[in-house]
């Protein structure tokens, strides 16, 4: 059972910074592909980066790639989610996910573990 939280989420400027946390509680944690994804109104909830341990291997859809960085350390329990130059269109809530086994890293569904989500609004 992996429980997770995440923090850092907020009003901002566009072309402006924004650091999400994702604190996980279980055991294994290096064992589980953390992914964050976001929802925004009236929209279904999309892909936004994806990072394994074993091996290290990061992922991003192709709208954030260059603007976003995702890390973890496995010794805090520990997601985050770098972004910067943010834009209007980022505007979601954004959701941290963790998965044990995948086919599709980019595929909510697989996912079996998701926190409540942290606001993230843009203004132009």
């Known amino acids: 059972q992996v429980q997770l939280a995440e923090s850092g989420g907020g009003l901002v400027q566009a072309g402006g910074s924004l650091r999400l946390s994702c604190a996980a509680s279980?055991?294994?944690?290096?064992?589980?592909?953390m992914g964050w994804f976001r929802q925004a109104p009236g929209k279904e909830r999309e892909f936004v980066a994806m990072?394994?341990?074993?091996?290290?291997?990061?992922y991003y859809a192709d709208s954030v790639k260059g603007r976003i960085t995702v890390s973890r350390d496995n010794a805090k329990n520990a997601l985050y989610l770098q972004m910067n130059s943010l834009k209007p269109e980022d505007t979601a809530i954004y959701y941290c996910?963790?998965?044990?086994?995948?086919?599709?890293?980019?595929?909510?569904?697989?996912?079996?573990?998701w926190g409540q989500g942290t606001q993230v609004t843009v203004s132009s």
């Open positions: 990072m394994r341990w074993i091996p290290i291997s990061t």
């Open positions: 279980g055991r294994d944690f290096s064992n589980y592909a």
């Open positions: 996910a963790a998965v044990r086994r995948y086919i599709n890293y980019s595929n909510r569904n697989e996912y079996d573990y």
